[in-house]
């Protein structure tokens, strides 16, 4: 079949190679070059250990901390709350624990294939110098703090079949030299891999998906259209002027600006954005496995432009002006803890998270347009399950017995 996927990040790259592998010619649109918006602004890290979706909090204290400003894990825009509200309130209900429960099922089941179906490409894509294969750490400052959350860390590893070692503050300033300063302690997840450039990553499948017969157009996604059987975008061949791209089927799968384009065609689904910034450094002491330090809300990951700091959710129009509060505060608490060089970047980068009120991606059939499927929602994680969500599409699009149960992220649930 001939068809349309619209975005080329790491979901719609991953979702376009899926397809092709199944036979299918595959014209990928978008506005950028691959690998240049959403999925390049990222920590870098295919997370295997993240098989609980980020929760509202529902502890007083911490949504006291986030209400003041004192938390760097998260900052807000006044008045942009009334707007995603809402959607805020059902991210809340799901967040309740026996909601909750049954959102980690569904999310984990998508999470343990994230290496394998990231290795069907990384050879094929000769991106194997990208990729490290040596986890991550969390970080904690205080012995409490860090106490609390090696016990949990033991229990999700023994629940989920994962690897993590619980380093004390010896083991971890032996394990980074780089650190200025002793830490408390650290849980290193061994499982996930990391990636010093996430961008060229997605640039690296999308250049496999080429080399192997996909087309690769810029264009305009909110083009799209109903025409005839099938539907149609304005794009064409960089540097030359648009032209309808036609197809009987086109993916949606647009990151954050999916919302725009399925609402253009009637689907009110609760979503928001949750936007990040980040920002490199130069220098040459990084250190050797990225690092989130927790009690600071900022993420040190090495990057092959310098130190890569990103920084926790802004809840904000997604086209308002930057405020990059979190990484000024992120950028000072870095500096306390490693030798942090000057900012390659001349003003940091500013992306969004395209989120969902349960936490789960939106992916499969559109309920009201035939041959029109969706593939997007998926908040912290679309690096690491572009590919996962990428072949279940493709397998629900060719009539395949899906690898996993698409039921719980169908757009029906919402609807």
């Known amino acids: 079949m001939d068809i349309i996927v619209l975005g080329a990040g790491m979901v719609g790259v991953a979702t376009a190679l899926s397809l092709q592998q199944r036979g299918h010619a595959v014209t990928l649109v978008d506005r950028a070059q691959p690998g240049r918006e959403t999925s390049y602004g990222n920590a870098g890290i295919i997370q295997r250990e993240a098989v609980r979706p ?67 490409w990384i050879g094929p894509a000769g991106a ?33 079949g994962l690897a993590c070692a619980l380093l004390d503050s010896a083991a971890l300033a032996a394990a980074l030299p780089v650190l200025k300063k002793p830490l408390a302690g650290a849980v290193h997840w061994q499982d996930p891999w990391s990636v010093r450039d996430p961008g060229e990553l997605v640039a690296r499948y999308a250049r496999l998906f080429m080399s192997r017969g996909g087309r690769f157009a810029i264009g305009d996604a909110m083009t799209l259209r109903r025409e005839g059987a099938g539907w149609a975008v304005d ?18 799968a647009l990151g954050p600006w999916s919302d725009a384009l399925v ?42 432009r310098g130190l890569r700091i990103t920084t926790g959710a802004e809840f904000a129009r997604q086209d308002a002006p930057a405020t990059p509060v979190q990484l000024a505060r992120a950028e000072a608490s870095a500096r306390e803890i490693v030798a942090l060089g000057r900012p390659v970047e001349v003003e940091p980068w500013l992306g969004a998270r395209p ?32 590919p996962v969500t990428g072949r279940l599409l493709a397998e629900l699009i060719s009539g395949e017995r899906p690898f996993v149960d698409p039921a719980p992220y169908l757009a029906q649930r919402f609807l």
Not at 63 to 79: F, K, P
Not at 131 to 137: E, P, R
Not at 355 to 384: E, I, K, S, Y
């Open 235 to 252: 794009a064409g061949a960089p540097g030359q002027p648009p032209e309808a791209v036609r197809a009987a089927h086109a993916v949606i």
């Open 263 to 304: 609402r253009g065609l009637g689907y009110r689904l609760p979503l928001f954005v949750k936007r990040g910034y980040h920002r490199h450094y130069a220098g040459e002491a990084m250190p050797g496995l990225p690092m989130l330090d927790v009690e600071r809300g900022a993420l040190l990951a090495p990057m092959a």
């Open 54 to 120: 980020y929760p509202f909090p529902r502890d007083v204290v911490t949504l006291a901390r986030i209400a003041t400003g004192i938390s760097n894990d998260a900052h807000y825009h006044l008045g942009a709350l009334g707007r995603i509200a809402p959607a805020l309130w059902r991210y809340w209900s799901a967040s309740a624990p026996r909601r909750y429960a049954g959102v980690v099922a569904a999310y984990s089941r998508l999470i343990v294939h994230c290496l394998t179906e990231h290795d069907a």
């Open 128 to 160: 194997d110098d990208l990729v490290h294969k040596a986890g991550w750490l969390q970080a904690y400052r205080s012995g409490p703090v860090f106490d609390t959350a090696a016990a949990l860390a033991t229990t999700v590893a023994r629940e989920h």
């Open 355 to 386: 989120c969902t009120a349960d936490m789960l991606p939106v992916l499969g059939a559109a309920p009201r347009h035939r041959g029109l499927w969706f593939n997007f929602g998926h908040a912290h994680q679309g690096f690491t399950l572009g």
